[in-house]
T-cell receptor
């Protein structure tokens, strides 16, 4: 099992460009999450999907959109990138059967720089 | 709203010494508590978690943590660290309300020196 995979690993964008970060999991998990990690701030939740067909905003959703394409895949889109979105982005998944008690499994991250 | 405070941003320690990484939380409802570890250039992985029951929780790689409800703390300990424990450690809290999202602390960088 590959677990949680993310593409790309690195990306450099210019201000105003758009891009989609891809995430897939092969653990048959119901819930998926997108976080951003900034120095000294830990991880902050952008969006999550409790189950296929549902998405909810997290702590820092502005400037992002998400799509739960199917049970395996959960993408994050930046429509018009800004330097403030320079960060490391992590996708995670969980079984989705025990709410916040579930263990979350993380991908390796995407390092995004917006110039 | 819940919050998590990790009191130390960096903890330098010598190999084979004991270590404690501190975590305090605030919440008005029952919580679940987690410690995750992030090795350089990798994603996070679960070290241990407290859901209910015994307040002393044992995790992987010889780590353990103790839930103290009166002090709203969940400190992580290891009696003897190795060079390979060098990593960033995150404390996280989830609420017993059905909402799945976790709130993470800002992280503690453990640097084990030979």
């Amino acid at each position: 099992n590959a677990g949680v995979t993310q593409t790309p690993k690195f990306q450099v964008l210019k201000t105003g460009q758009s891009m989609t970060l891809q995430c897939a999991q092969d653990m048959n998990h119901n819930s998926m999450y997108w976080y951003r990690q900034d120095p000294g701030m830990g991880l902050r939740l952008i969006y999550y999907s409790a189950s296929e067909g549902t998405t909810d905003k997290g702590e820092v959703p502005n400037g992002y959109n998400v799509s739960r394409l199917n049970k395996r895949e959960f993408s994050l889109r930046l429509e018009s990138a800004a330097p403030s979105q320079t960060s490391v982005y992590f996708c995670a998944s969980s079984e989705g059967v025990a709410g916040a008690a579930d263990t979350q499994y993380f991908g390796p991250g995407t390092r995004l720089t917006v110039l | 709203a819940q919050s998590v405070t990790q009191l130390d941003s960096q903890v330098p320690v010598f190999e084979e010494a004991p270590v404690e990484l501190r975590c305090n939380y605030s919440s008005s409802v029952s919580v679940y508590l987690f410690w995750y570890v992030q090795y350089p250039n990798q994603g996070l992985q679960l070290l241990l978690k407290y859901l209910s029951g015994s307040t002393l929780v044992k995790g992987i790689n010889g780590f353990e943590a103790e839930f103290n409800k009166s002090q709203t703390s969940f400190h992580l300990r290891k009696p003897s660290v190795h060079i390979s424990d060098t990593a960033e450690y995150f404390c996280a809290v989830g609420l017993d309300t059905g909402r799945r999202a976790l709130t993470f602390g800002s992280g503690t960088r453990l640097q084990v020196q030979p």
